[in-house]
Structures are given as structure tokens and as C-alpha cells.
């Protein structure tokens, strides 16, 4: 597990930003294409299909290969939707996560322990 110090994340955040707008974005697309993706996984035993799925399965292409690229980062996605972020650090000795989402400030300002979750947010 690689860790963080609260400046190492604060400066990757300006590379993880658009990565987790765009995350955001494939995925209300895969919501708009869900109901249709479900009749042809249905149907698939017929042979049937949908339109758009070819750019159904790109966009989940791109999501897996999205979501990649920021774990390799060492960085953990927490909630695609509200593209909340995670990033290990140690706190007194201990592993803690730094915690950061879309709509914050540009720079990582909370931190919770790992089992406490967003609702244990605590400032740094």
C-alpha cells in the first residue's frame, strides 16, 4: 500500500480531478443506457442486442481503465458518483486515510481512520 503525505496528494490531485469527472460522466451515461442493457442481456439467449452497445461497452471500458490508472496511483476510490477519494497516510503512527471529493477545495483538507468511513471525517 503506497502512502501519502498530505502535500504528495494534494499535488496529484490536479491529475485525478478530470479522471473522476469523467468517471462521472460515463457512468450517468451507462445509467441512461441501463434499462436497455437489461432487455438485451434477456434477450441474449435469443441473440438479441441493443442500440448503443457498442458505446455501452466502450463506456465501461474507459470506466475500468479510469479506475485503474487512479488505483495504480496508490489512490482508492470510494464513491464514483460523488467521485470521493481516499489516500493511506500516517497519523501518529498509525494508517489513516486523507480523504478528498469532487466540489472541495483544491487541496486535501480531512482525514478519517479507516474503519470510521465520510461520516468520521475529522479536519487535518
Same mark, same amino acid.
Given at each position: 500500500?503506497?502512502? !501519502?503525505?498530505? %502535500?504528495? @496528494?494534494? %499535488?496529484?490531485?490536479?491529475?485525478?480531478r478530470?479522471?473522476?469527472?469523467?468517471?462521472?460522466?460515463?457512468?450517468?451515461?451507462?445509467?441512461d443506457?441501463?434499462?436497455?442493457?437489461? @432487455? @438485451?442481456?434477456? @434477450?441474449? %439467449? !435469443?441473440?438479441?442486442?441493443?442500440?448503443?452497445?457498442?458505446?455501452?461497452?466502450?463506456?465501461?471500458?474507459?470506466?475500468?481503465?479510469?479506475?485503474?490508472?487512479?488505483?495504480?496511483?496508490?489512490?482508492?476510490?470510494?464513491?464514483?458518483?460523488?467521485?470521493?477519494?481516499? !489516500?493511506?497516510?500516517?497519523?501518529?503512527?498509525r494508517?489513516?486515510?486523507?480523504?478528498?471529493?469532487?466540489?472541495? %477545495?483544491?487541496?486535501?483538507?480531512?482525514?478519517?481512520?479507516?474503519?470510521?468511513? !465520510?461520516?468520521?471525517?475529522?479536519?487535518?
Amino acid at each position: 500500500m503506497k502512502l !501519502f503525505t498530505v %502535500e504528495e @496528494a494534494n %499535488e496529484i490531485l490536479p491529475m485525478i480531478r478530470p479522471k473522476l469527472k469523467a468517471i462521472q460522466s460515463y457512468y450517468r451515461h451507462i445509467g441512461d443506457l441501463r434499462e436497455q442493457a437489461r @432487455a @438485451a442481456a434477456s @434477450a441474449s %439467449e !435469443f441473440g438479441g442486442g441493443m442500440r448503443g452497445g457498442t458505446s455501452y461497452v466502450k463506456t465501461l471500458y474507459e470506466i475500468g481503465k479510469l479506475t485503474t490508472e487512479i488505483h495504480e496511483l496508490g489512490v482508492q476510490l470510494k464513491d464514483y458518483s460523488r467521485g470521493l477519494i481516499d !489516500f493511506p497516510s500516517l497519523r501518529g503512527g498509525r494508517v489513516v486515510l486523507l480523504c478528498w471529493q469532487l466540489g472541495e %477545495e483544491d487541496q486535501i483538507e480531512w482525514w478519517h481512520d479507516e474503519d470510521a468511513g !465520510f461520516a468520521g471525517r475529522q479536519k487535518l
